[in-house]
């Protein structure tokens, strides 16, 4: 479920867990169990109904199952914390299971989780996470702040990434097809002009230039939501007319985005409100 996200974040808090229990299972197997040869608890005083129907007949320390929950909820946790958040009771539990069905002795799940994370740990040792590396080196750009959004013209591609029907402006009740992130969007940047085209009728590089034009005479800055084709569209009246472009990561892929730290509709709102912006290099390609 966290790989499945469209957020990098996520993905890479995924692959994380996924190694650090990788990593703890091998030690619990290799190592652990083979080198105490801890016999289960006998189970006379579990009753029944809390016993499991098939017991393991492996040895009892340390706890493989407490050792791959702690070590997949730290993982998670190091590279994402809302997501360790999530998933710390579902460890928890885990944990709290083998000792309540009797399978296993409270110091076998201790040690497990012991192991777990610190397999976490050591994961992170190898391969830091991008909290711990340096920040790329982005020379910062003049761009004005804009509260609310006021003076912002984002122009949306209606036909990028994931699509939602919602009422298009300036239309009562009409039905269109609304990029997804684009009401987050609206929530966040209340008082942006926002301009939602479809490829397919609409004139996108026409849209932009009007935009970049009016802008240019009243100040503000430009904006685009759409993939990275849309984005180099916007890119061109952004640098014919001088104007800080806005990019919001409403894209399939959104390899420029990410690439600047954008991962969420929310890191760009806050960068439009605060005025912080980045230089990049532009390229042509004939």
């Not at 652990?32 to 016999?39: D, E, N, Q």
């Not at 472009?245 to 954008?262: E, K, Q």
């Not at 509709?265 to 390609?285: I, K, M, P, Q």
Request: aromatic share 4%.
């Amino acid at each position: 479920g966290v790989a499945a996200t469209r957020r990098p974040s996520s993905r890479r808090a995924a692959l994380r867990g996924a190694a650090s229990l990788a990593v703890a299972s091998a030690t619990v197997n290799t190592l652990g169990k083979r080198a105490v040869r801890r016999a289960r608890p006998i189970l006379d005083n579990v009753p029944v109904v809390r016993q499991l129907h098939t017991q393991p007949i492996t040895t009892s320390f340390p706890s493989g199952h407490a050792a791959s929950a702690a070590a997949f909820a730290t993982g998670l946790a190091l590279e994402s914390p809302r997501w360790g958040v999530a998933v710390a009771p579902l460890a928890a539990a885990v944990a709290f299971s083998r000792v309540y069905t009797g399978v296993h002795y409270p110091s076998d799940v201790l040690a497990g989780a012991a192991i777990g994370v610190g397999a976490a740990f050591t994961v992170r040792g190898l391969a830091p996470t991008r909290s711990q590396l340096p920040a790329p080196a982005r020379p910062l750009a003049d761009a004005p702040a804009l509260r609310g959004g006021k003076g912002l013209v984002l122009v949306a591609n209606a036909s990028s990434g994931q699509r939602t029907a919602g009422p298009a402006d300036g239309e009562e009740g009409a039905p269109v097809e609304e990029p997804a992130g684009l009401s987050a969007v609206r929530a966040l940047l209340p008082d942006a002009e926002i301009l939602l085209c479809d490829p397919r009728s609409d004139d996108v590089a026409a849209a932009f230039e009007d935009a970049a034009s009016r802008i240019a005479a009243t100040g503000g800055a430009l904006g685009v939501l759409g993939g990275d084709g849309t984005i180099n569209c916007a890119a061109r009246a952004a640098v014919r007319h001088g104007l800080p472009l806005a990019v919001m990561p409403g894209g399939t892929r959104n390899h420029f985005a990410y690439d600047l730290g954008i991962e969420t509709f929310e890191d760009a709102c806050r960068a439009v409100r605060a005025g912080d912006a980045v230089a990049v290099d532009l390229a042509r390609f004939t």
